[in-house]
């Protein structure tokens, strides 16, 4: 894998480009800077893989808009050595961003063909996140109170496991909608109840979040 001064250059544009469409936090721009997309691609994508695009990257998933990455990363304030649970491993793109922004990384993969692609490239790159093949719906328990939650798919409702979950002053974000567009939620977890603050972050295309496990 090689990250030439030509990628580099094509990133910088990219960030840039983030920096103009209204993400402000310099941290999260230097993490997605830091980390190369397009090794996550197939080497088909090499070229566009710094365009603001998605692209399939199997088992009927995507990786995410460079936008939409850094605007839930962005959502989130995370700072270094929190906890952060990320439902929906995918290619490891977003799991290496948060890993550049130093949190402690616990990413759950629903589809096992990612599961097993993301995980050996991840520790190739040196980045240490925990994973998993399971249900996110049930998130990680084993390891909760979580600081942060990120879920990088369409979910029809909001999980209350991963409410459960989520430590008191907490920040959650995930996309909510059953149809081709989701609603960013932001969520402020309030008090051990589950209370929470909700917010509306606007609407985003994710694919959908998927329960059963394979056999």
Not at 36 to 51: G, N, V
Not at 114 to 123: D, G, Q, R
Not at 197 to 212: A, E, Q, T
């Amino acid at each position: 894998m090689i990250d030439s001064y030509k990628h580099k250059g094509m990133r910088k544009i990219l960030v840039n480009e983030l920096r103009e469409k209204g993400i402000s936090n310099e941290r999260v721009l230097e993490a997605f800077y830091n980390v190369p997309r397009h090794f996550f691609l197939d080497r088909i994508f090499e070229k566009q893989a710094y365009s603001n695009m998605a692209f399939r990257i199997g088992a009927n998933q995507t990786i995410s808009h460079p936008y939409t990455v850094v605007f839930q990363t962005q959502l989130l304030e995370i700072k270094k050595g929190e906890k952060v649970l990320e439902i929906g491993t995918g290619s490891g793109f977003q799991t290496a961003v948060l890993c550049e922004l130093g949190a402690k990384v616990f990413s759950i993969e629903r589809q096992r063909e990612l599961y097993l692609k993301a995980k050996p490239l991840l520790y190739k790159l040196g980045y240490k996140p925990t994973l998993k093949y399971g249900d996110g719906y049930k998130g990680w328990e084993v390891f909760a109170p979580f600081d942060k939650i990120i879920i990088t798919c369409g979910a029809p409702y909001i999980p209350e496991d991963l409410i459960k979950q989520l430590k008191v002053g907490g920040k959650m974000v995930i996309p909510v909608g059953e149809g081709e567009e989701q609603e960013m939620v932001f969520i402020v977890k309030k008090d051990e109840n589950g209370e929470c603050d909700i917010y509306n972050k606007g609407v985003f295309k994710f694919v959908p979040m998927l329960k059963n496990i394979e056999k």
